[in-house]
């Protein structure tokens, strides 16, 4: 009883519990488990070391990176644990906005994956070969050497992953985020990477705190679905631009997926090409682009790739 009693609390924990629902599915490591629950390094660690000390969960290190999985000991249909086991299984079966966000966030970890170490095939069907180093940043970084040294802002920046990526060709990245949590974060990071062309202030997108006519370039990736009024964070951008200067946007298609509202945060569910495009003109953009950049087979987000650019005089 005393054993029973102990393993229903260790149960009574929704994160350890939604940790279960994703090794269900995957071995992942840490860092990626992070990344998924949203939960400190530390606090995924101290729940990994419990799930792994009751027997629920296993390690298996694999050169610099610990992977974890559940134990064969749980998943065995004539185990110790069977009837644990149908009963997680059943409630893993359940969705909830947390789940969802879980398999999205899921999915993206699988994503990166495949694009960083892939299978590559001359018609997509045999003769697929690996291809050692095939990766997306790597080619991000590649074509950077080609930018111009520019002035840029990163507005909405989060833990900055992209502000250090634009530090590596520009000139300077000013880099704005609403919480001082995630811009300690990122300067953090920055600091491990030895990157020291960035400034890092806290703002909102609605009012950002750079000054007019000094920037040749705006990011604002996955952002503008976290603005209450996008065209006013869009008038931002115009404002802190200088003539001829760019904004480029990478934000959510439309979707229906309104769970993302109570449990990411979002304000907008996406945007249609239409009014991008129209938010960015009715902002003062001309030359406005607008096209999907990232699109997936049974994935409910797709990514669209916008671009404006600020008249370099009047009427031009």
Not at 6 to 21: C, E, F
């Amino acid at each position: 009883m005393d054993a029973a009693s102990d393993l229903l609390r260790l149960l009574g924990d929704d994160t350890r519990l939604r940790l279960l629902r994703l090794l269900a599915q995957e071995s992942l490591n840490v860092s990626e488990l992070t990344a998924i629950l949203g939960v400190a390094q530390s606090g995924v660690s101290r729940h990994l070391g419990l799930l792994k000390d009751a027997g629920l969960v296993r390690e298996q290190r694999t050169g610099t990176f610990s992977w974890y999985r559940l134990d064969d000991a749980l998943v065995d249909a004539n185990g110790p644990h069977a009837g644990l086991w149908s009963w997680l299984v059943a409630t893993f079966g359940a969705t909830t906005p947390a789940t969802k966000a879980d398999d999205v966030r899921l999915a993206e970890v699988r994503r990166v994956r495949r694009e960083e170490f892939r299978d590559h095939g001359s018609d997509g069907q045999d003769h697929k070969q690996l291809v050692p180093g095939r990766s997306w940043a790597a080619w991000s970084r590649a074509l950077g050497l080609l930018m111009p040294p520019l002035d840029v802002a990163d507005l909405g920046c989060g833990e900055g992953y992209l502000t250090i990526e634009a530090a590596r060709w520009a000139k300077r990245v000013t880099a704005i985020d609403r919480s001082s949590d995630v811009i300690a974060r990122g300067r953090d990071l920055a600091k491990r990477r030895g990157v020291k062309n960035i400034t890092w202030k806290r703002g909102d997108l609605q009012k950002v705190p750079i000054d007019d006519s000094s920037m040749d370039l705006v990011l604002l990736s996955q952002a503008l679905h976290h603005a209450d009024e996008p065209g006013v964070a869009l008038r931002e951008a115009h404002r802190i631009l200088r003539p001829g200067g760019r904004v480029l946007v990478l934000d959510l298609r439309e979707h229906g997926e309104d769970w993302v509202t109570s449990t990411l945060g979002d304000r907008w569910l996406g945007f249609t090409d239409k009014s991008l495009t129209a938010l960015l003109s009715d902002t003062g953009f001309t030359d406005t682009t607008v096209r999907v950049g990232s699109s997936s087979a049974g994935d409910p987000f797709a990514v669209l790739i916008a671009v404006g650019t600020k008249r370099t005089s009047k009427g031009r």
